[in-house]
């Protein structure tokens, strides 16, 4: 037994989930695009196949596999009531796969989320139970690895010291994001207002300057950790901020349950991520943010100081092994108050505690109350037609968070002929022209879907079938290949529905969504090997446009 192994046990129920050396490349409640990402990701020397094991006794309580997401992934229940997670598996062991492959092939489906009997697949602690990978939503060969409380909230392994890693290098942040809130009517509305470089690395980063607040104010930084022989961005385990050495706001990031997932939005500046790709905290309790990771939010983390004074602003950051800096810097106030903001012409306030419609000539959107974490101004465009749309485009231009909860889009019906009704989707198209399209509900004369985004939305028509081409094969050749590859894409509303045949026999093709690939491997068990078959496969679009191909070849 390994010498890591031996300490894991002596210092509590867990061993690690791999032989090799612990080390991460993700930790625990990095921020992610609407998410804080809920385990460690640790490397598996840079490749897939390494052993995976049960941390703990204990059975398979859930197998799921599917083309996205989590991919390959196995969920243990243990003895103490917690649960731990093996995501972006390769393969299960070998009695785990079999079981898997024949629930797939009784449904004809790939995708596959089962809750096995705690008898089926008892596990014991170090006992093997599948290879790592890079199935699903992941893009480069790791193990996502959670444990879970009784209550299937993740908490952080690394902080709560179940597993070490080799670590003494202090978080830093390298700019300070400076906020205002503007009174805009009767609510209060944020606005970036600045940012500044910090300096230094280490226990002690520092600003060149004082900084002025004009009005009441809050902050962001762009902080980040690093730990031992690694290159790896990390994230800062907690962030706590002085007002003249008195506590005024701190936030840990111990556990974050799926229920809060989302709130991720309120808790980093999305537009900044939007426009440079850069993660920026917030040290801001947004009215509607139910994100429970905050101790102290005195006044929500926003500084007031009266006209023509000064005050002293530390924040000391820690991350997950312990390590801590300190940002120290002064603020002061102008000797006069500055002049309240106006509200734009063109943008309408939207109020975080009620819904909201918004409506131009041809389009309304309807934002439910809850979808808001603080009042905000939003503009509602109307624009010329981009190319194949069948409406005109209608733009939603906010500084807003992305919404907690889906918005309701209506688009008016003023160019589509009745018979390609059932064919149009509602497209959003974001500010890098990515789009993705939604099936819409008709009620004349409106087309109406949900979205989880701003953006820029408008009406397409979808005839066009799924693209279904060859990748490892050639029709009328001996396959020598034991993996069938093919490629299918559908290029607006997406792949609904995919099936292939041998011989007219079902047989799984497993999808990988992030390349658009689809494997068959070659199950002797199934299909006769060494004669001529004939190869079929259908897919179908969201909006049922149907595609079917066929191929005779020898495998």
């Known amino acids: 037994m390994s010498s890591s192994l031996v300490k894991a046990q002596l210092h509590n129920s867990y061993v690690p989930p791999m032989?090799?050396?612990?080390?991460?490349?993700?930790?625990?409640?990095?921020?992610?695009?609407?998410?804080?990402?809920?385990?460690?990701?640790?490397?598996?020397?840079?490749k897939e196949g390494e052993p995976v094991y049960a941390v703990a006794n204990g059975y398979i309580a859930r197998i799921v596999v599917r083309p996205n997401g989590y991919g390959r992934a196995l969920y243990i229940i243990?003895?103490?009531?917690?649960?731990?997670?093996?995501?972006?598996?390769?393969?299960?062991?070998?009695?785990?796969?079999?079981?898997?492959?024949?629930?797939?092939?009784?449904?004809?489906?790939?995708?596959?989320?089962?809750?096995?009997?705690?008898s089926v697949f008892k596990v014991k602690q170090d006992e093997l139970i599948g290879l790592s990978g890079n199935s699903g939503r992941s893009f480069g060969a790791h193990l996502h690895f959670e444990i879970r409380d009784k209550w299937q909230v993740p908490f952080n392994i690394i902080s709560r010291k179940i597993y070490s890693i080799k670590d003494n290098i202090p978080p830093f942040a390298n700019r300070l994001f400076i906020y205002r809130l503007d009174s805009i009517g009767n609510t209060v509305v944020s606005t970036h207002d600045k940012t500044l470089s910090i300096r230094g690395r280490g226990k002690r980063l520092q600003l060149t300057d004082t900084i002025m607040l004009n009005g009441p104010t809050y902050f962001g930084l762009d902080m980040q950790d690093r730990i031992n022989g690694s290159s790896s961005r990390m994230g800062v385990y907690s962030a706590e901020m002085f007002v003249n050495d008195q506590l005024y706001f701190a936030l840990s990031l111990d556990k974050v349950s799926f229920d809060e997932a989302r709130y991720a939005n309120a808790f980093m500046d999305c537009n900044e991520l939007q426009k440079t790709g850069c993660y920026v905290s917030k040290l801001y309790l947004a009215p509607g943010n139910r994100l429970?990771?905050?101790?102290?939010?005195?006044?929500?983390?926003?500084?007031?100081?009266?006209?023509?004074?000064?005050?002293?602003?530390?924040?000391?950051?820690?991350?997950?092994?312990?390590?801590?800096s300190t940002l120290n810097f002064w603020v002061k106030t102008p000797t006069k108050a500055a002049p309240s903001a106006r509200q734009s012409a063109t943008k309408r306030l939207a109020y975080w505690a009620t819904s909201n419609v918004l409506s131009v000539d041809g389009c309304s959107i309807n934002i439910p109350f809850g979808a808001l974490y603080e009042s905000c101004l939003i503009e509602l465009q109307k624009l010329a037609p981009v190319k194949d749309a069948l409406s005109s485009v209608y733009r939603t231009k906010t500084m807003a968070a992305p919404p907690h909860k889906a918005i309701s889009v209506s688009i008016k019906n003023n160019k589509v002929p009745a018979p390609l009704i059932p064919k149009t989707v509602l497209v959003r198209m974001d500010n890098k022209g990515k789009i993705e399209a939604q099936k819409v509900h008709y009620k004349a004369p409106y087309f109406t879907a949900d979205a989880r985004s701003w953006g820029d939305f408008f009406l397409m028509v979808d005839t066009v079938a799924p693209a279904i081409t060859p990748v490892n094969f050639a029709p009328y050749t001996a396959h020598k290949s034991k993996r069938v590859t093919l490629k299918a894409v559908d290029a607006l509303s997406g792949l609904k529905t995919y099936n292939g045949y041998v011989d007219d026999r079902w047989v799984l093709f497993e999808y990988d969504e992030k390349y658009d690939l689809m494997y068959y491997d070659i199950d002797e068990s199934r299909t006769k090997t060494g004669t001529q078959h004939t190869l079929r496969f259908i897919a179908t679009d969201a909006v049922d446009n149907k595609a079917e191909v066929s191929w005779n070849l020898t495998f």
Request: a negative charge; aromatic letters at 8%; glycine letters at 6%.
């Open 19 to 46: 032989h090799i050396p612990l080390s991460p490349s993700s930790s625990f409640a990095e921020l992610r695009p609407h998410h804080l990402h809920s385990g460690v990701d640790f490397r598996t020397n840079g």
């Open 78 to 118: 243990h003895g103490n009531g917690t649960m731990s997670v093996y995501a972006h598996l390769q393969s299960f062991a070998p009695q785990v796969e079999a079981w898997v492959k024949n629930q797939q092939y009784q449904k004809k489906e790939f995708f596959l989320d089962r809750e096995p009997d705690s």
């Open 292 to 324: 429970g990771v905050y101790s102290e939010a005195r006044n929500r983390g926003v500084v007031e100081l009266p006209v023509n004074s000064c005050a002293k602003i530390s924040i000391v950051l820690t991350d997950d092994t312990g390590n801590t």
